[in-house]
């Protein structure tokens, strides 16, 4: 049975794509089947699993995945853009992402059911690992709605100083609030 685990957290530069590839690098090495998803319209991710953005023109990315999700296309070609946004890495798979997904959440904005988006497009890979581990950017909005809703445990790197707690339960309340 797959877990899908969130690196999120509110903070920039608080070590949560690092978390995220290491854990995904640590896991494949103890023989597990992992995904890595970059939900981070910086796709820091993406770069450290040595992908580069540049080289993704005509290979779908989380950016395709959503926006196929949101136009309701059917489940035979939803399947092979999940099938195809896959990279294969020596560490890890991978669902890149490049600066377009950052141009998707107005369109999700007005979707049915728009903070399970991420859910059921993983929906497609999950037989295929026992682990996927999803990469946030920092925030409270619908990407990281879409990510909570979509894992069964989350990872909340933060910093060891006392202002740093304050901001998490600060955005704990933001979003029980949507």
């Not at 854990?23 to 939900?39: E, N």
């Not at 890495?89 to 998707?104: W, Y």
């Not at 497609?124 to 619908?142: A, E, M, T, W």
């Not at 979509?150 to 933060?158: F, H, M, R």
């Amino acid at each position: 049975m797959c877990k899908v685990i969130s690196v999120i957290s509110s903070k920039g530069g608080v070590g949560k794509t690092v978390s995220a590839v290491n854990i995904s690098a640590y896991m494949q090495m103890h023989g597990k089947r992992v995904c890595a998803v970059d939900l981070d319209p910086l796709h820091n991710l993406t770069k450290h699993f040595g992908i580069h953005p540049g080289n993704l023109k005509d290979h779908p990315t989380i950016y395709d995945m959503l926006l196929a999700a949101l136009n309701d296309c059917d489940e035979e070609e939803f399947e092979q853009v999940a099938e195809n946004s896959i990279c294969h890495s020596s560490t890890a798979d991978v669902i890149p992402a490049t600066s377009r997904l950052s141009s998707i959440e107005s369109i999700m904005n007005g979707a049915a059911g728009r903070d399970r988006l991420l859910d059921y497009v993983l929906s497609f890979i999950r037989d295929k690992y026992d682990y996927i581990i999803i990469d946030c950017h920092p925030g409270s909005d619908l990407y990281a709605i879409n990510a909570l809703t979509a894992s069964d445990t989350v990872l909340i790197p933060v910093e060891a100083h006392v202002l740093s707690s304050d901001r998490w339960r600060n955005w704990f309340a933001q979003l029980s609030e949507n």
